[in-house]
């Protein structure tokens, strides 16, 4: 596999959502032997003429999901391995959490190009936290509604230019 793009970050902040909204854009399908492969969710997604696939991680941890150690930080490590550019999803309702810190500190590390989704800005108003992400010390936030759809056109023009 080639153009791959894995999706991670800590529980409930829109991973899911995202990958949902990711592959069903252009029509994308659904790939039926997806959860096979190491607890994971594949699907593609083709966006400008670019096609990719993308893996939702997470959602599968058995156990404690509050702590970074253990399942947490082997998905992200995983996921470094295993994509050629990483979606870092984080929650604008909640802002930075020392979880989120964690995966920063890895995703810092990696060689592989991470993009910021600043998730749940469904408004103009909750979209100004994005910000705050800078913080991070990653890439300049993209802020993102995986809900309604905000700004994900902007996010897949950065990612598709790796592909
Ligand atoms: P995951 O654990 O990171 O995969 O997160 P999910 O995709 O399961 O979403 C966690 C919760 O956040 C669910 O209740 C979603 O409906 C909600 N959610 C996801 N994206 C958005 C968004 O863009 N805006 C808002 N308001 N809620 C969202
Ligand atoms: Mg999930």
């Known amino acids: 596999m080639s153009n791959i793009l894995a999706i991670v970050g800590r529980p409930n902040v829109g991973k899911s959502t995202l990958f949902n909204r990711l592959i069903e854009q252009k029509k994308a399908i659904?790939?039926?032997?997806?959860?096979?492969?190491?607890?994971?969710?594949?699907?593609?997604?083709?966006?400008?003429g670019k096609y990719f696939t993308v893996i939702d991680t997470g959602g599968y941890v058995h156990g404690s999901e509050d702590t970074f150690e253990g399942a947490i930080r082997e998905q992200v490590e995983l996921a470094i391995e295993e994509a050629d550019v990483l979606l870092f999803v984080v929650d604008c309702h909640t802002g930075i959490t020392d979880l989120d810190k964690d995966f920063a500190n890895v995703l810092r590390r990696s060689k592989k190009p991470v993009y910021v989704a600043a998730n749940k800005a469904d408004?103009?108003?909750?979209?100004?936290?994005?910000?705050?992400?800078?913080?991070?010390?990653?890439?300049?936030?993209?802020?993102?509604?995986?809900?309604n759809g905000s700004g994900t056109g902007d996010l897949l023009d950065g990612i598709v230019s790796h592909f």
């Open 30 to 48: 659904m790939d039926n032997v997806s959860g096979v492969t190491r607890d994971r969710h594949y699907g593609f997604g083709e966006w400008t």
């Open 123 to 147: 408004t103009f108003e909750k979209g100004l936290m994005a910000a705050e992400f800078y913080e991070l010390g990653l890439s300049e936030p993209f802020a993102i509604s995986a809900e």
